[in-house]
C-alpha cells in the first residue's frame, strides 16, 4: 500500500522560509516522478514543481521558480520542498504527489499522479 505523508506547514510571515517533507512508503522515490501540488480554496489544485524518477530533471511552475526547491534523500525515501522568500499568495494546502506510470511532465502540469497524500497547510501572512 503506497502512503505519501507530508509535513513541514505552518503559519509564516512573507520573505519567511519553510521546508516541507514527503516521506513515501509502498513505492520507490527514486524510480518515480514526484510532485507537489497546491489548492486554496475554491480555486483548482495547481501544480507546484515536480523531479522526474529516471534522471532526476526537476520542473516548476513560473509562480515559484528561483524562489522554491525540489529535492530528494532516496536513502531515506523523502522528498523536500524548500520554499523561500514565501508571499502571502503562497497561501495553500500543499500535496505531495507520486507517478508510478512514466507520464511525461504535460500531465504531471496538469497533475494526473498516481497517489496523493492528505496535505499540510501552508500560511503565509503579509
Known amino acids: 500500500q503506497v502512503q505519501l505523508v507530508e509535513s513541514g506547514g505552518g503559519l509564516v510571515q512573507a520573505g519567511d522560509s519553510l521546508r516541507l517533507t514527503c516521506v513515501a512508503s509502498?513505492?520507490?522515490?527514486?524510480?518515480?516522478?514526484m510532485g507537489w501540488f497546491r489548492q486554496t480554496p475554491g480555486k483548482v489544485r495547481e501544480f507546484v514543481t515536480a523531479?522526474?524518477?529516471?534522471?532526476?530533471?526537476?520542473y516548476y511552475a513560473d509562480s515559484v521558480k528561483g524562489r522554491f526547491i525540489i529535492s530528494r534523500d532516496n536513502a531515506k525515501n523523502t522528498v523536500y520542498l524548500q520554499m523561500n522568500s514565501l508571499k502571502p499568495e503562497d497561501t495553500a494546502v500543499y500535496y505531495c504527489?507520486?507517478?508510478?506510470?512514466?507520464?511525461?511532465?504535460?500531465?504531471?502540469?496538469?497533475?494526473?499522479?498516481?497517489?496523493w497524500g492528505k496535505g499540510t497547510l501552508v500560511t503565509v501572512s503579509s
Open positions: 504527489a507520486a507517478d508510478r506510470s512514466y507520464r511525461d511532465i504535460a500531465a504531471l502540469r496538469r497533475g494526473v499522479m498516481d497517489y
Open positions: 509502498g513505492l520507490t522515490i527514486r524510480s518515480n516522478g
Open positions: 523531479v522526474r524518477g529516471i534522471g532526476g530533471d526537476t
